[in-house]
């Protein structure tokens, strides 16, 4: 059995807050995508629940990116979820649907399948040592879980390109500048501040938070059938032999692990995407 990533401390019937930990990155993976199916269906069912705070349970990562070494296969292969979608997809969808707030407390890194994840959930506060970012084209690949659909309406369509054309590390007073997240709060702060915020909603009566977030949803979502076609994209361009030597430079240089890799990973790739071209052939 896979151990718990998504453990969830239900602070009140109407306040839980779930803290997401994976290894020493936090990495989300094709046990992270089971687990997250699962969670919403709990949330969806929580008859009181207005309000979720998701953080991480390492301060330098929220959630890293998608795990480069998990089988392909089996990622490929899973069932659909209810809405037809592909799992991953699925649960990104239905999460930014349940009939509760979800805010992302952002420390440390959410690029890729992170980002995907905090861009899933309805508010995103970040301390000052947040970086976020879609890094997948520098390595040749389409971003698979929404980041086109869901960034070129929170930022719009300049920005949008700009941070998944770009691959760089967006910092978080850049990212709150563009609207990726909602504001920066001092990192000695944040705990606090969301906190209160999110008691404050828990007060709240669930039938009018559940309205007003659906009509939000209705006047600011993608529709599910935008997001299918990205995860094709993913599932195309991911893993081609034109960019493996760079993906094996980067773990020979400690992608993956805790170390300056993961913590500049949008220099680093385009640094030795760089040395590539500039090399001798």
Do not use: C
Request: no cysteine; hydrophobic share 45%; net charge negative.
């Amino acid at each position: 059995m896979a151990a718990e990533q998504f453990h969830v401390d239900e602070v009140s019937p109407s306040y839980w807050q779930v803290t997401f930990t994976n290894g020493p990155v936090n990495l989300f993976d094709p046990d992270s995508v089971q687990q997250l199916s699962a969670l919403v269906d709990r949330i969806e069912a929580a008859p009181a629940l207005t309000v979720v705070v998701f953080r991480s349970g390492n301060p330098d990562y929220f959630m890293a990116h998608w795990d480069l070494l998990s089988d392909r296969a089996r990622v490929a292969a899973m069932s659909p979820g209810p809405t037809g979608l592909h799992p991953y997809l699925d649960s990104l969808v239905r999460l930014s649907r349940v009939p509760a707030a979800t805010i992302s407390v952002i420390r440390g890194r959410a690029r890729g399948a992170g980002s995907e994840f905090v861009l899933a959930t309805d508010i995103r506060f970040a301390s000052e040592r947040a970086v976020l970012g879609q890094f997948e084209v520098g390595l040749g690949s389409v971003p698979g879980g929404g980041a086109m659909a869901r960034l070129a309406r929170l930022v719009g369509r300049g920005r949008a390109l700009e941070i998944v054309l770009g691959g760089d590390d967006v910092p978080a007073a850049l990212a709150a500048e563009y609207g990726y997240v909602n504001r920066v709060v001092p990192d000695i702060e944040l705990d606090e501040v969301v906190d209160r915020f999110a008691r404050r909603i828990a007060t709240f009566d669930k039938v009018a938070v559940a309205g007003i977030k659906h009509l939000v949803d209705v006047a600011s979502l993608p529709e599910d059938a935008e997001f299918e076609p990205g995860l094709a994209a993913f599932f195309a361009t991911s893993g081609r032999q034109e960019n493996a030597a760079l993906v094996q430079d980067l773990f020979r240089r400690g992608l993956q692990r805790p170390g300056e890799v993961e913590l500049e990973l949008g220099a680093t790739i385009a640094r030795l995407r760089e040395e590539a071209l500039s090399s001798p052939k």
